[in-house]
């Protein structure tokens, strides 16, 4: 069964400090891997896409990795900030083609406080 | 920021009320999307729709309907709105591929139906 799992479910950290969210999957066929960022009351905004040639994507403070032989991926935020405040989604798509359909975690819930 | 628009943010109806919550993209987008998303809860795809006069079910079974009339309008009816229809409704647009390309999504429309 196609799922995709996110750990730790809600996380609270310091500003300033880094963390660490994590994305098992088992996906199959795997075309692409992205992580979303969904503020309260908004819509997903994605990050970062990766696909299987790819082992690390960076996006200002955000480091997405890849490795598609453990079917893992990891999302790092460094020197966090009160706005990174949000749910983080990864997101992974079995098939980069018209019948592809994507596949969403639950999220982690990251809380940064002052 | 996408130009993906949702109305209303926030709607509160009683039982046995039709409703229509609206999308637009000004993106130029043929795929369209509705998810629907309970708190801390994965995405599920209800409705998508490949382009003018195209609309498919998604994976989660919904007593909804929608329409694609135009490029850039999308919206979703519920003919009998029930408790068990409160959620959290976000669209989205992509390009081509739907597995390939990005997802933009709009605010959402949260629905409490009393």
């Known amino acids: 069964k196609n799922q995709v799992e996110q750990s730790p479910q809600s996380l609270i950290i310091l500003e300033g400090k880094n963390c660490t969210l994590q994305?098992?999957?088992?996906?199959?066929?795997?075309?692409?891997l992205r992580w979303y960022k969904q503020d309260t009351g908004r819509g997903p905004v994605s990050l970062t896409i990766m696909t299987f040639s790819e082992n690390t994507k960076s996006n200002g403070r955000y480091t997405a990795t890849l490795d598609a032989d453990t079917k893992q991926s990891s999302l790092h935020i460094t020197a966090s900030q009160l706005s990174d405040s949000a749910s983080y989604i990864c997101v992974v798509s079995d098939r980069g083609s018209t019948l592809g359909r994507l596949y969403f975690g639950r999220g982690t819930q990251l809380t940064v406080w002052p | 920021e996408a130009d993906i628009y949702q109305t209303p943010r926030y709607l509160v109806i009683g039982t046995g009320k039709k409703i229509t919550l609206e999308c637009s993209q000004t993106?130029?987008?043929?795929?369209m999307y509705w998810y629907q998303q309970d708190p801390g809860m994965e995405l599920h795809l209800i409705h998508y729709?490949?382009?003018?006069?195209?609309?498919e079910k998604g994976d989660l079974s919904s007593e909804s309907t929608v329409s694609r009339i135009r490029t850039e309008h999308f919206p979703l009816t519920l003919e009998s709105a029930r408790p068990s229809h409160t959620s959290q409704y976000l669209c989205?647009?992509?390009?081509?591929?739907?597995?390939?390309?990005?997802?933009?999504f709009g605010p959402g429309t949260r629905l409490l139906v009393l």
């Open positions: 989205a647009s992509s390009e081509s591929p739907p597995g390939g390309e990005t997802q933009y």
């Open positions: 729709s490949y382009g003018v006069n195209s609309t």
């Open positions: 993106m130029g987008h043929d795929k």
């Open positions: 994305c098992n999957y088992t996906v199959s066929p795997f075309s692409n």
